[in-house]
């Protein structure tokens, strides 16, 4: 909890302007993210896994987009910790990222229970979590949300049919930053 408040710290708006921006491979990012995060998926029981995208389908568009590298990684480590945690033992999460004409999406879908419409957007709130289950703090996802917010991005939660949650951070492409 403790390096979550910190992370929390650094993230608030005065401590993130003061830092530079960088280009990022938001790809390659969650790559390395997703594959730092296996063992701690096999623990759990879940199958996560990275999408690459294949020819067609964004292989070629870049997936840069300007950012703080600590920050941003943090995000990413929120998000996919969040759907092992939660999508429970059997259920399989996938990570990917979509270049998008001026933006880049970063996606985490599980196949688990979800979380009920009417709460969504209540567990990007500080110290709300959707379950009282597991044992995280519930700033996982406000921890998300100020991040995206200080890169200028937005981040969603969807419901996957038939039962699942997609997450969804839809960050500025660095080619439009330029």
Known sequence: MVNQLLTLARAEPESAVRQDRQPIDLQRMAAEVTAELVPRALQAGVDLGFDEPVAGEGKAAPAQVRGID???REALVNLIDNAIRYAGRGATVTVRVLPRGQAVHLEVEDNGPGVPEGERE??????????????GCGLGLAIVREIVERHAGQVSLQAVRPHG??????????????
Not at 128 to 134: K, L, P, S
Not at 165 to 178: I, Y
């Open 70 to 72: 600590l920050l941003l």
């Open 165 to 178: 949650l997609l997450a969804r951070v839809v960050l500025p492409s660095a080619l439009m930053l330029r």
């Open 122 to 135: 209540h567990v990007f709130e500080r110290f709300v979590r959707a379950t009282t289950d597991g044992n």
